[in-house]
């Protein structure tokens, strides 16, 4: 090709700026940070999980389920059950329709764990419950206190009230169970295959409460016996006192109108652990009234621990009722911590 010539037989000089090709949408105008104000979006409750999907029932009703994706202008904002969020879009409900989630409202409460006591990313299990329903098989598998105590621990820092369910009380009493958290005036419920479950019920009435266990804890069946048309799946135990994972994802299901206020229990998958990388010693004391008080007069950076790490720790100066509360929360203190403490050996459980 001889100089001066272009491809396609054009001179060179003949070219002009009309001839220069401008990629559309790079650079023209620049990105706008305004964004629709949805005035007529609709509140909603997420119901459910799924891959980029969430299950929304419309002013909290259970009737009325849309399904609806995250719009994008929320980015990768979390959105989780128990989330109070506004929908926009087709909220018909109606097969292969799908709404969108483009505001989630501020949390009043927040059940979050992380992998492990040293895994920096919180997950967040549930949002907005307003309790925390920790079942416990007292038998097959055996019950233990470390877990309970860390479920307490994430309980009372994320805002939820704590109530301890007992399953399985056909295998065992579990009166010395009990008794490791009594003076944590911690609300305890039976809930056997042979137990009614009118006190259950009647603590759940028009609140929403998250339940959380080991797997083969018989938490799916206590699901299943409030709810009835739940239908959730239920395993067994294993040879090593472990079980399946029955239930995979967090959804939350409308307890039955029984002509009083309607409430609702979010299922979550059964766990093996629970990290609490995310909590310190002063937020599990701020729980409670009355010890949030008397730490005000600790020694800078105290524990809370007692002696001999802490041996100036004003809750050793509390009396009565609030004195042994204090010793049962240093023990909690000390469970999610991993140090051992001089607490009184009547009253400490093995793990």
Not at 149 to 162: C, D, F, M, N, W
Request: hydrophobic letters at 40%; glycine letters at 10%; one cysteine or more.
């Amino acid at each position: 090709m001889s100089p001066g010539r272009r491809r396609g037989g054009r001179d060179a000089a003949s070219y002009d700026e009309s001839d220069v090709r401008v990629r559309p949408g790079k650079g023209s105008r620049p990105r706008t940070k305004t964004r629709p104000a949805h005035s007529d979006a609709t509140d909603a409750m997420v119901v459910s999980v799924d891959r980029g999907r969430w299950g929304c029932a419309l002013g909290g009703d259970p009737d009325s389920i849309v399904v609806a994706m995250r719009a994008r202008e929320l980015g990768r904002t979390p959105i989780v059950v128990g989330d109070n969020v506004s929908v926009v879009g087709d909220v018909s409900g109606r097969p292969d329709t799908l709404a969108r989630v483009v505001r989630v409202a501020q949390r009043s409460t927040v059940l979050r764990r992380t992998a492990d006591d040293t895994d920096p990313y919180e997950r967040i299990v549930v949002a907005n419950a307003h309790q925390l329903l920790i079942v416990t098989a007292l038998a097959d598998p055996p019950p233990r206190t470390g877990f309970v105590e860390r479920a307490l621990a994430a309980a009372y820092v994320g805002g939820l009230s704590p109530i301890l369910c007992l399953t399985k009380s056909d295998l065992a009493d579990g009166a010395d169970f009990r008794a490791a958290f009594a003076d944590l005036d911690l609300p305890v419920v039976l809930a056997g295959r042979a137990d009614p479950l009118d006190d259950v019920s009647a603590i759940l009435r028009g609140k929403v409460t998250a339940l959380i266990g080991h797997s083969g804890v018989g938490k799916s069946t206590l699901v299943n016996r409030l709810v009835p048309q739940a239908d959730r799946a239920t395993g067994v135990v294993s040879g090593v006192g472990k079980g399946r994972h029955t239930s995979t994802q967090s959804v939350a299901l409308a307890l039955p109108d029984d002509g009083g206020p309607q409430g609702w229990v979010i299922d979550t998958p059964g766990i093996r652990s629970f990290g609490l990388a995310h909590v310190s010693a002063n937020d599990i004391v701020d729980a409670f009234d009355d010890l949030r008080d008397a730490i005000e007069n600790c020694p800078r950076g105290c524990t809370h621990l007692g002696p001999p790490a802490d041996p100036e720790c004003a809750l050793d100066e509390l009396e009565g009722h609030s004195h042994r509360r204090a010793m049962a929360v240093r023990r909690l203190l000390a469970a999610v911590s991993g140090v051992e403490t001089e607490e009184d050996p009547e009253t400490s459980l093995p793990e």
